[in-house]
């Protein structure tokens, strides 16, 4: 067994010993916690998105590029927060941006016009950004540590949290201002980074390194290597679109198009995140009986096929309907196209994806506007689902790829 264990550690490059398991375990509840905390802050901005609409008297075609300030804000900071990482520890910016964007979150209710909401989304936008590449980094660290896939437990955290961020909205919604609603929320997001922020704090990132596959010879992803890890980042855009589309468009489009109130507009975004949290929660099922393809083809057909219903259906119940279709479908989508490109890539490989992901998943809102305001939104938003019959045929078309690099 000791040799055993010294070929296994040559293997995978584990120069030092992992810490100890409860430690991990604290700080996996730690890091799930921020996961369900960013879910649930940025849902609860999304819900309250057609009443700043209103108040800032913005069209579609004006606030998606006020909506654009988040996609700016987020990217920029992703391409910085990885050298922030390196130099500071994931941990560390994990609660910084956690603090930002808490505070970030009341700011859209004091702008009265769309051009004064896209600057304040900036600074919303830079702290989810970066929070969500300095968890991921947090969460892949742990991963590599306790040798268990369990990334997609993190992201049914978000989903979870995003639910739970919808129903409290749609409760809220006819009692309170979108003012003292979000302040509520910039409350609840400071109580929560301040319990959960002290055990990442005080315990430092796991050293342990993931073991690397299609890789050159210094380590890095080889030529074919990187051609894969891209068509994977593609899936993660391709459903991540979805996903920023339905959060901040979904509830609009069940409002202004179907006549839905308030409440039950908001709770569009909620059934959503629970379908997808309910088959994040399965997935290990799912790729343990189907495989890694059969659940990534599945899912874009699934989740393309719920979106048409979703975006075209004349009532409320049924666009309901296919909104829950779409959160099954895409639920396990960007974890697997994640996990696999860290398989094929190591590190770098999860990094490029993550970018790809969230990208897509902030490129969705603006492009959604832009393209509302010239044809419909309805129209619009049957883009997601011509995007998720790519990730569907793009998944098809790399099996042999996939089985050739294994």
């Known amino acids: 067994m000791p040799t055993l264990n010294k070929i296994r550690t040559a293997l995978l490059g584990e120069q030092r010993p992992a810490p100890a398991a409860p430690a991990l375990r604290r700080l996996r509840i730690a890091i799930t916690l921020f996961f369900a905390l960013d879910g649930f802050l940025f849902a609860g901005w999304v819900v309250r ?59 859209p209710p004091l702008t ?75 409350l609840i997001g400071l109580a929560a980074t301040a319990v959960a922020g002290r055990t990442l704090l005080a315990h430092p990132a796991p050293r342990t390194e993931p073991a690397r596959t299609v890789t050159a010879a210094d380590g890095a992803p ?36 179907l006549g839905a109130r308030a409440g039950v507009a908001a709770a569009g975004y909620s059934v959503f995140a629970l379908a997808m949290t309910l088959g994040r929660l399965s997935g290990t099922v799912l790729l343990e009986r189907l495989g890694q393809t059969t659940t990534l083809v599945a899912g874009g057909a699934a989740a393309a096929a719920g979106m048409l219903l979703g975006s075209l259906a004349p009532t409320v119940w049924a666009a309901l309907a296919g909104f829950a279709v779409t959160g099954l479908g895409l639920a396990n989508i960007f974890p697997v196209a994640v996990g696999r490109a860290g398989e094929l890539g190591g590190p770098g490989g999860v990094a490029a994806a993550s970018t790809f ?50």
């Open 112 to 186: 009265h016009s769309a051009p004064a909401l896209g600057l304040v989304l900036l600074v919303f936008g830079a702290a989810y950004g970066g929070i969500n590449v300095a968890m991921n980094s947090a969460a892949v660290d742990l991963v590599a540590a306790l040798r268990r896939p369990v990334m997609p437990s993190f992201h049914a955290a978000f989903s979870l949290g995003g639910m739970l961020g919808a129903g409290l909205g749609g409760l809220v919604a006819g009692h309170l201002s979108p003012t003292r609603h979000l302040l509520l929320l910039t």
């Open 357 to 406: 992901g969230y990208g897509g998943m902030l490129l969705g809102p603006p492009v959604i506007g832009l393209v509302a305001d010239g044809s419909s939104l309805p129209t619009a938003l049957t883009t997601v689902a011509g995007l998720a019959a790519v990730a569907a045929a793009v998944a098809y078309a790399t099996r042999r790829q996939v089985a050739g690099a294994r």
């Open 222 to 257: 080889s030529g074919r290597g990187r051609r894969t890890v891209a068509l994977f980042g593609v899936i993660a855009l391709c459903t991540a679109y979805g996903e920023g589309a339905l959060a901040d468009w979904g509830a609009l489009h069940l409002q202004q198009d």
């Open 49 to 107: 998105i057609p009443a700043i609409k209103e108040q800032t008297g913005a069209s579609a075609g004006a606030l998606g590029l006020a909506l654009l300030g988040v996609s700016a804000g987020a990217v920029a900071t992703m391409m910085l927060t990885g050298r922030l990482c390196r130099r500071f520890g994931s941990h560390q910016v994990t609660v910084a941006a956690a603090v930002l964007m808490s505070a970030g979150i009341a700011l």
